[in-house]
């Protein structure tokens, strides 16, 4: 655990002179060495714009950038290249696939489901493509402990519904969805389903094939790779179908000033010059998650989950917003007589990061009935000695706010 | 002899400069809180709340000979210390005053650098409703 802890540089890093307790890795995770190192070697030796120059630095690029491709499409389990679009986010994927597919696909009267608990990204594009087309979005209800009422998912489906998008994991509460199940449930009357993964990927593996999702997709920065690089899988069949989003310059076979021809994908989705850099720093994450064993991160998150839980649990007056069976180290809570925001400025100056407020996701506090909550986010390379400091500094700043 | 805008701007700077910790500042703060005079109940309105800010603020006026008498209050304790700085500042004073005055301490704490953006916009928030409520006062002043 030391070992991987001293891969991640920030980690050791002191604020108001209290070592660093980052339990905001939902928001975003920490780079490991690796990564950074990946950055800096491609910016130093490598750089040049990709698909485009016939000389060798250009080649260079463009090769590493298709083996990172080739990183996301092995780990994701992929069919092929083409099904791997490098985006800005899970945001960028989302609106993508709303727009493009959305936009060719969904007419008057038709419907589209989501979840109650959708961050913001995976409800507003939704949202405003069946306001657009005069069709209805449909919400599937979460029960007190925040999971997924499954019969009313299943009462929901019907022959209006044209896709369904739901989260794997939930940012807000924590849930882990049954989301092969979901899928399996639409895929009975041929619906497809946008998965987003963003609480997901940085926790444990995900094989596209296995859930035979239709959409998925990851935001790179939440998974330890840099900001800006993300990535949306489609099944390539829906994928070509589907209209481009952008237009631009590498996305385009022939163009006159009447008539553009479009390429193949995956590049007929990348529009712009792509986050070259982004994207071999993402396969380098990959890669260094893999070489701890993904196995090994799973026990050894699983065994910190059940312990923070059952510190948290321990607090005097602390009420967990969210209590699925099964969910990732990601805890949301409200303490009684206090603010969320008085307790996260106050754990800041001890040294700890958390997220206050709604965390993107308005409608789903108000189901769970609360205006914002405390959510610590926990990634494996947090340690069972941060939880105890965290629960000791939570008590101490809650006896100042309420004594 | 009432203390004037600028003195009380004055004292609280100075009693800021006694802490020299940003967490001893904000326990203070929290204190301020505590210790404010609390609103009555039927003052915490949609109209007195301050838009702008990440907790629920409200701020109430009232006008007694000339002068403008505030209270407040906030769900976050922090920003209730606020409050009650902002309040303390103002209250007690006639439109114009209100209207002609910089509060200028925030800055002078060294806070206004120091809040998350969203806290300082709740912050100009709150002095713009408490300098809207003067020109009200003003204005229904002058028609009468
Ligand atoms: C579940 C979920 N979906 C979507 C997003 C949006 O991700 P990004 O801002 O990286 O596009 C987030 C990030 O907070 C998230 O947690």
Redesign the pocket.
Known sequence: MAKIRENFPILSTKVYGKPLVYFDN??TSQKPQQVIDRLVKYYQEENSNVHRGIYYLSELASAKYEEARDVVRTHLNANSLAEIIFV?????G?NLVANSWGKHNIVAGDEVIISAM??H??LVPWQQLCKEKGATLKVIPIDDNGEIIFEEYKNLLSDKTKIVAV?H???GIGTINPIKEIIAEAHKKNIPVLV?G??ASPHFKVDVKELDCDFYVF?G??TFAPTGI?VLYGKENLLDAMPPYQMGGEMIKFVSFTETTFNDLPIKFEAATPNIAGAIGLATAIEYVDSLGRNNIENYEEDLKSYALQKLQEVKNLKLIGNAKNRIPLFSFVVEGTHPLDLGTMLDFEGIAIRTGN??AQPLMQRMGVAATCRASLAFYNTKAEVDYFVDSLNKVVKKLIS | MQQTIEEIQQEIVEEFEMFHEWQDKYEYLIQLGKELDPMPVNTQTEENKVKGCQSNVWVNAEYTDGKLFFTGDSDALIVKGLVALVLRVFTGNNPDEILNAQPHFIADIGLANHLSPTRSNGLAAMVKQIKFYALAYKTKAGLA
């Open positions: 939902a928001a800005r986010g899970a945001t960028e989302i959708e961050h990204a995976n989260a994991t939930s940012n987003d963003c609480q935001s920065h939440k993300g965390h993107c």
